[in-house]
């Protein structure tokens, strides 16, 4: 049987004919918001849902309210995150699908597990576990060498990757090549917002892009990736010269809302130098949280 939210609108039938007494269900001005932002029309949605036009309309102008295998099947297609679908769900008066579940908790231990796993391995190489916002949650040791020279403000609580980045205190004073950096890190923040719409990446691409750009950096940004396949991340530390590029690994078929917005970015070294100092670091003992 399938399970509604309490207090859900409902609709009183009377004689000759259908009495409303709610407001128009919120799932329509939703569901329209989600298929333009993927640039979708009713037409193209329906033949995807294997439905038709004319329902999805009625349910995007709250003349029908969808089933909720319509609501999750439509999510699909439409390839909404886990929480949103949550969100969807219960606008239509139905209960969650998924599950929300402290990192910390008992039910997380096996991705914990997973994620200590992944970063360990990486060794010498940095890497590190993020969550949507771009929070850290988890680091290896090898990350002390990209945020050794960070200030504690920024760093607290694990810091976050953008802020790390594009701070004025952050990594933004060692980066050799800060002017691409910075383009290609709000380029990526600003596409989430767009795809996802929200208000905590829109917030944190507010605050990062409004930060101000030393005037003295990229005045000599030397080589970049000579194959023009990734962007790289250049740094100078009291040691010499680093250069990155990373990786993001997601977790496949995700039925957990932390589980699906949490990621891990691997750091790779572009050069020799940055392999030899690396590697001379940890065994050195180097590292260190």
Same mark, same amino acid.
């Given at each position: +049987?399938?399970?509604?939210? !309490?207090?859900?609108?409902?609709?009183?039938?009377?004689?000759?004919?259908?009495?409303?007494?709610? #407001?128009?269900?919120?799932? *329509?001005?939703?569901?329209?918001?989600?298929?333009?932002?993927? !640039?979708?029309?009713?037409?193209?949605?329906?033949?995807?849902?294997?439905?038709?036009?004319?329902?999805?309309?009625?349910?995007?102008?709250?003349?029908?309210?969808?089933?909720?295998?319509?609501?999750?099947?439509?999510? #699909?297609?439409?390839?909404?995150?886990?929480?949103?679908?949550?969100?969807?769900?219960?606008?239509? *008066?139905?209960?969650?699908?998924?599950?929300?579940?402290?990192?910390?908790?008992?039910? +997380?231990?096996?991705?914990?597990?997973?994620?200590?796993?992944?970063? &360990?391995?990486?060794?010498?190489?940095?890497?590190?576990?993020?969550?949507?916002?771009?929070?850290?949650?988890?680091?290896?040791?090898?990350?002390?060498?990209?945020?050794?020279?960070?200030?504690?403000?920024?760093?607290?609580?694990?810091?976050?990757? +953008?802020?790390?980045?594009?701070?004025?205190?952050?990594?933004?004073?060692?980066?050799?090549?800060?002017?691409?950096?910075?383009?290609?890190?709000?380029?990526?923040?600003?596409?989430?917002?767009?795809?996802?719409?929200?208000?905590?990446?829109?917030?944190?691409?507010?605050?990062?892009?409004?930060?101000?750009?030393?005037?003295?950096?990229?005045?000599?940004?030397?080589?970049?990736?000579?194959?023009?396949?990734?962007?790289?991340?250049?740094?100078?530390?009291?040691? *010499?010269?680093?250069?990155?590029?990373?990786?993001?690994?997601?977790? *496949?078929?995700? &039925?957990?809302?932390?589980?699906?917005?949490?990621?891990?970015?691997?750091?790779?070294?572009?050069?020799?130098?940055?392999?030899?100092?690396?590697?001379?670091?940890?065994?050195?003992?180097?590292?260190?949280?």
């Amino acid at each position: +049987m399938t399970s509604q939210v !309490k207090n859900a609108p409902a609709v009183l039938h009377g004689y000759g004919g259908i009495m409303e007494t709610q #407001e128009p269900p919120r799932i *329509g001005p939703l569901l329209r918001s989600w298929r333009r932002r993927r !640039k979708l029309s009713q037409l193209d949605l329906a033949l995807r849902a294997d439905s038709s036009t004319r329902h999805l309309s009625c349910v995007e102008t709250g003349r029908a309210r969808p089933s909720r295998d319509f609501v999750l099947r439509l999510a #699909e297609h439409l390839d909404i995150p886990l929480r949103d679908r949550n969100g969807l769900l219960l606008a239509a *008066g139905y209960a969650p699908a998924y599950r929300e579940s402290p990192l910390d908790s008992d039910r +997380m231990a096996m991705v914990r597990s997973a994620i200590r796993a992944m970063l &360990a391995g990486h060794e010498p190489y940095p890497a590190a576990a993020i969550d949507r916002i771009w929070n850290i949650v988890d680091r290896n040791d090898a990350m002390s060498l990209l945020l050794g020279t960070v200030p504690p403000h920024l760093t607290e609580s694990g810091g976050n990757v +953008m802020r790390l980045i594009l701070h004025p205190e952050g990594l933004a004073s060692q980066c050799l090549n800060f002017a691409q950096v910075r383009a290609h890190a709000l380029g990526r923040l600003r596409h989430q917002v767009e795809t996802t719409g929200h208000d905590e990446l829109r917030e944190l691409y507010e605050e990062v892009s409004a930060y101000p750009v030393p005037a003295d950096l990229d005045a000599d940004p030397g080589p970049v990736d000579p194959t023009g396949i990734v962007v790289p991340l250049r740094i100078r530390t009291p040691l *010499g010269d680093m250069a990155f590029f990373s990786t993001i690994a997601t977790f *496949g078929a995700p &039925a957990d809302v932390t589980l699906s917005e949490l990621a891990v970015e691997s750091f790779f070294p572009m050069d020799e130098q940055t392999d030899t100092l690396l590697r001379t670091l940890a065994a050195l003992g180097g590292g260190g949280r």
